[in-house]
C-alpha cells in the first residue's frame, strides 16, 4: 500500500473511530452508568474480529488492512502518553507526600498477592497449549503473568476519580499515588522479562536506574527549568504559541525518554506533567489538549487493541474455563490485598473499598503491556484474548463497585452535595462528554 493510500484510509479510519467511540461511550454512560472511556475500550473491541470481523470480515480487512497497523499504533501510543501527561497536570503532590506510606502499602500489596497468584497459575497456563509462545521459561512467564495481574487501569482510576470530583481528595490521591507506584513496579517486572528473554541484563538495569534518575531529576531540578513558563503565562494572561510549543516538545522528549528506557511513554508523560508549575498553566493546557486527546487519539489505542482480540478464541470450554480462573483470581488478588492494606495503614472501610474497587481495574494499561507481549513473543493470541476479557471485565466493575462501597458512604456522612458537583470541577474532557 502507498503513501497516499495509507493516507486516504487513515481519514476514514479517524472517522469510523471518533464516531464508534462516541457511540458506544454514550450508550455505556447513559444505559450502563459506565465512564466515557469503558464504552471506548468496548469500541475498540467490536471494531476488531471479534464482531465486525466476524460480521464482515472483507469490510474489516480492508477498514484496517495490516499495513495501516503501524500508523495506528505510532499516534495510539502518542494519545495515551499525552493523556496520562494530562493526568499528571491534575496530580496533586502535596497529598501524594502526605499519603506516602498508606500509597506503599496498598502498592506493594497489590503487587504481591498477584505475583503469589501467578506462581500458583502460570505452570497450568504454560501446559495448554497456544497460550505462552513455545520456549518461554517458566520464570520469566511467572514474571509476565504477575505483571498482568497487578497492572492497575491508572488512566481508568484517573478517569473516574475526576468525573466525580475526589482528584484532590485524600482518597483521590492515595489511589493515584498506589496506582503510579503498582504500575512502576509492574513495567520494571515487565523490563526484566524482556531483558532475561534476549535483550540483555543491561537493559534491566538501564530501565531501572534510568527510570529512577529521570524522576529524581523532574523532582529536583525538571519543575525549576519549567517555572518560567508558569511565570511567562500568568504575566501574560494566557497560553502562547511559544509556551505551548515548549510543553509539547518537553513531552515528546519525556516519552521519548521513557521508550528509550524500555519503559513506555505514559510514564514521561505523567512524571512531566506532575512537575508543571501549577496556575493559569495547567488549566489552559488542559483546556486546550484535553478535547483532542480524549475525543480523537485516546481511541485509536483502544482500537489498535481490538485489532488483536479475537473473543471467539475464548469459547472454547477449556480455554473459556482457563478466562475464568484468570478474572477470579486477579480481581481477589489485586482488589482485595488492596482493600486488606488500606483498612491496615489506617482507612475507614468505605475509603479501603473504594481504593480496592479502583485498584482492581485494569483497564487500558493492562491493553498497553499485553500488546508489548503480543508483539515481543512471549504470549499468543487466545492468552492475549482472554487478558482483555480480564481487563475489560475488572474495568466494567470498577465504577459500580467504587459508587456502591464510597458513594453510599458518601451519602451517610451527607457528603452526596460534594460528590455532585464534583462533576463540575472535573477536567475539560468531562464537560466534553457531557454535551456529546
Same mark, same amino acid.
Given at each position: ?15 469510523v ?33 471479534s ?16 499495513? @495501516? ?44 498477592a ?11 497456563l ?9 520456549g ?30 475526589l ?96 519503559l513506555?511513554?505514559v ?44 473473543? @471467539? ?8 474455563? =482457563?478466562?475464568?480462573?484468570i ?5 481477589l ?19 479501603a ?14 491493553? =498497553?503491556i ?14 492475549? @484474548? ?11 466493575m ?23 458537583s ?15
Open positions: 500500500m502507498s503513501p497516499s493510500e495509507l493516507s486516504v484510509i487513515f481519514f476514514l479510519q479517524m472517522a473511530l471518533i464516531a464508534a467511540a462516541r457511540a458506544v461511550g454514550w450508550c455505556a454512560r447513559r444505559f450502563l452508568g459506565q465512564p466515557q472511556v469503558v464504552g471506548e475500550m468496548i469500541a475498540g473491541v467490536l471494531l476488531g474480529p464482531l465486525f470481523g466476524a460480521l464482515a470480515p472483507s469490510a474489516q480487512a480492508w477498514l484496517f488492512p495490516a499495513e @495501516s497497523r503501524g500508523v495506528l499504533f505510532v499516534v495510539a501510543q502518542w494519545g495515551v502518553g499525552l493523556y496520562m501527561f494530562l493526568v499528571g497536570l491534575g496530580f496533586d503532590v502535596r497529598h501524594f507526600r502526605a499519603n506516602l506510606p498508606s500509597a506503599a502499602a496498598v502498592s506493594l500489596s497489590g503487587i504481591a498477584p505475583f503469589l497468584v501467578a506462581v500458583l497459575l502460570t505452570p497450568w504454560l501446559a495448554t497449549p497456544g497460550l505462552f509462545v513455545a518461554v521459561p517458566l520464570p520469566q512467564a511467572t514474571l509476565f503473568t504477575g505483571a498482568c495481574i497487578a497492572i492497575t487501569a491508572f488512566p481508568m482510576l484517573a478517569r473516574i476519580i475526576h468525573e466525580r470530583g482528584g484532590h481528595s485524600p482518597l483521590g490521591t492515595l489511589a493515584l499515588s498506589a496506582g503510579a507506584m503498582d504500575d512502576a513496579g509492574a513495567w520494571t517486572v515487565l523490563a526484566i522479562v524482556l531483558a532475561s528473554l534476549g535483550a540483555g541484563i543491561g537493559l534491566a538495569i538501564k530501565t531501572i536506574v534510568g527510570g529512577l534518575l529521570f524522576v529524581l531529576f523532574m523532582v529536583t531540578v525538571g519543575g525549576r527549568l519549567l517555572a518560567p513558563l508558569g511565570r511567562r503565562v500568568e504575566h501574560v494572561g494566557a497560553l502562547e504559541h511559544g509556551v505551548l510549543a515548549v510543553v509539547l516538545g518537553a513531552f515528546m522528549l519525556a516519552a521519548f525518554a521513557m521508550d528509550a528506557l524500555g513506555h511513554a510514564f514521561g508523560g505523567f512524571v512531566l506533567g506532575t512537575a508543571m508549575p501549577r496556575g493559569r498553566l495547567v488549566t489552559e493546557l488542559t483546556r486546550l489538549l484535553e478535547p483532542l486527546t480524549v475525543v480523537a487519539l485516546l481511541p485509536v489505542f483502544f482500537c489498535y487493541s481490538g485489532l488483536n482480540t479475537s473473543l @471467539s478464541l475464548v469459547v472454547d470450554p477449556t480455554l473459556l474455563t =482457563i478466562a475464568l480462573v478474572l477470579a483470581a486477579s480481581i488478588a489485586k482488589g482485595g490485598a488492596c482493600w486488606a492494606a488500606a483498612r491496615l495503614s489506617g482507612q475507614d472501610n468505605a475509603t473499598l473504594g481504593i480496592g474497587a479502583l485498584m482492581n481495574a485494569r483497564g487500558l494499561m493492562e491493553l =498497553i499485553i500488546n508489548i507481549g503480543l508483539q515481543r513473543g512471549i504470549i499468543q493470541t487466545p492468552l492475549f @484474548s482472554m487478558l482483555v476479557l480480564m481487563a475489560v471485565a475488572t474495568t466494567l470498577a465504577s459500580p463497585l467504587f459508587e456502591w462501597a464510597y458513594g453510599r458512604e458518601a451519602r451517610a456522612r451527607g457528603e452526596l452535595g460534594a460528590l455532585s464534583g462533576a463540575q470541577r472535573a477536567p475539560q474532557a468531562d464537560a466534553v462528554e457531557d454535551s456529546a
